[in-house]
């Protein structure tokens, strides 16, 4: 669970007996978990985290409609959507997926992700997005005889700076935009961004003037979101004429998009070219290229770079 997520219900005994639930759970028993986080529920009905725990326990133990009663409970517990019980709910089947991961959920969760990002992703999931980026931006110039260096950069959900660092030193000035304040901090360690900004990335975008940047990126993070009308239009608006827009997705080809079992979006080809020709692009390359591993298996994706016309 998202470990920003208050923890407590301000009562020592019923904290000890969650505890008892996360030990039960810990150990492969969940109808037992699920059992105990009952209990505690029962005295205890606004507490967020007991439901996300119940919700969890439930679908472990097989109780597929208890897993959905537990996430919809919590849907009304945790208005903000810090642990994602809209996400849980389009994922068991139970709900339209959002527009968007809810940004209380991505700041929570890479909040608590930062300080372990850069080891666990390019070490365990073997994670190589901003590698893959730089390939196709350097091969994008190649075909079309352009310098490969960027005046002016903006990079979405910068995350730690993985990719200022494999861009460096193709670029003069960029800008990292991140939901999670603790990712900014981090990034802020490179010393490689002209400025950071916390904030959502299409708001920021809106914000920039138009024609005010060479490239727009964004590594591993238009999984986060479903609907990508908004952020093409106004990377669209932000490039300069002869701009790149790199980007990589999960692909998944049956939906425009998909909220997929690992809380994430898929995305398909056809309606990345689409969304590509109605905001003005030129598509330049779409690969089909893994990222990153899930349980141990690539995760199929694309890796597109666009030019703006
Ligand atoms: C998997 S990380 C990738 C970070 C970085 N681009 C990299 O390649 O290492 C995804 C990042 O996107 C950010 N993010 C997700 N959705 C966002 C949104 N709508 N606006 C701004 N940042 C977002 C998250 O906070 C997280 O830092």
Known sequence: MNETANQSSGNLVLDRRFAWAQAAAHEGAHAAAAEILEQIIAEAPRWAAAWFALGEAREKAGDHPGAILAFQHLAEADPSGLLGA????????????????PDAYVRGLFDTYAARFDAHLTGDL?????????????????????????????????????????????????????LSPLMIEEARRTDLYASLHVGEL?????????????????????VYLGALETTFTEAARVLTSDGLFGFSVQQGDAQDWVLGQDMRYFHS??????????AGFEVISIDAASSRKDAGHDVPGLVAILRRA
């Not at 979405?156 to 993985?162: A, D, K, S, Y």
């Not at 299409?202 to 591993?220: G, H, N």
Request: with cysteine; aromatic share 6%.
């Open 126 to 178: 073997a994670y190589r997005a901003p590698q893959l980026l730089n390939e196709a931006l350097r091969a994008a110039c190649e075909r079309g005889r352009q310098i490969f260096h960027f005046p002016r950069v903006i990079d979405l959900g910068c995350g730690t700076g993985l990719m200022a660092r494999s861009l460096s030193p193709h670029f003069d000035d960029m800008q990292g935009v991140d």
């Open 202 to 222: 299409a708001t920021f975008l809106r914000e920039r003037p138009a024609q005010s940047a060479e490239l727009v990126i964004a590594a591993d993070v238009l």
């Open 86 to 101: 809209d996400l849980h709910l389009a994922r068991l089947g139970a709900g339209a997926a959002p527009a968007r991961a």
């Open 269 to 278: 080809r056809a309606y990345l070219t689409r969304l590509a020709a109605t």
